[in-house]
């Protein structure tokens, strides 16, 4: 059983940076993908940054340039590196997987698919002006 756990949310100052990792534990498949969602208050969860097991990354224009989406491998873990934050950017932030066979994967980036079954518990960013 696949399991997520967030961690490195916090307070910051426009303009600064977090790095926030998730904790995986249980996956065997070797098609998958993993992404970083957030939802601010009073708004729909937002896709925005993905890697699946290729190491093929996409993100969406609202963080594009900024975050960075990485794995490590040999730790099971996964990272969101995030500069240049803004007050837009706060918002509880979750990891979560899916199985997804590569010729699902080339004809939808993971960025753009539903269906991600597994899910952690979430990590606060919140970014003051």
């Known amino acids: 059983q696949v399991q997520m756990a967030e961690s490195g949310g916090g307070s910051v100052q426009a303009g600064g940076s977090l790095r926030l990792s998730c904790a995986t534990s249980?996956?065997?498949?070797?098609?998958?993908?993993m992404g970083w969602f957030r939802q601010a208050p009073g708004k729909e969860r937002e896709a925005i940054a993905s890697?699946?097991?290729?190491?093929?990354?996409t993100y969406s224009n609202s963080v594009q340039g900024r975050f960075t989406v990485s794995r490590d491998n040999a730790k099971d873990t996964l990272f969101l590196q995030m500069n240049s934050l803004i007050p837009e950017d706060t918002a509880m932030y979750y990891c979560?997987?899916?199985?997804?066979?590569?010729?699902?994967?080339?004809?939808?980036?993971?960025?753009?698919?539903?269906?991600?079954?597994?899910w952690g518990q979430g990590t606060q960013v919140t970014v003051s002006s």
């Open positions: 979560a997987f899916r199985s997804a066979p590569r010729w699902v994967r080339r004809q939808t980036p993971c960025l753009r698919m539903g269906g991600f079954a597994v």
């Open positions: 249980g996956h065997t498949s070797s098609d998958y993908c």
């Open positions: 890697i699946d097991d290729d190491g093929i990354t």
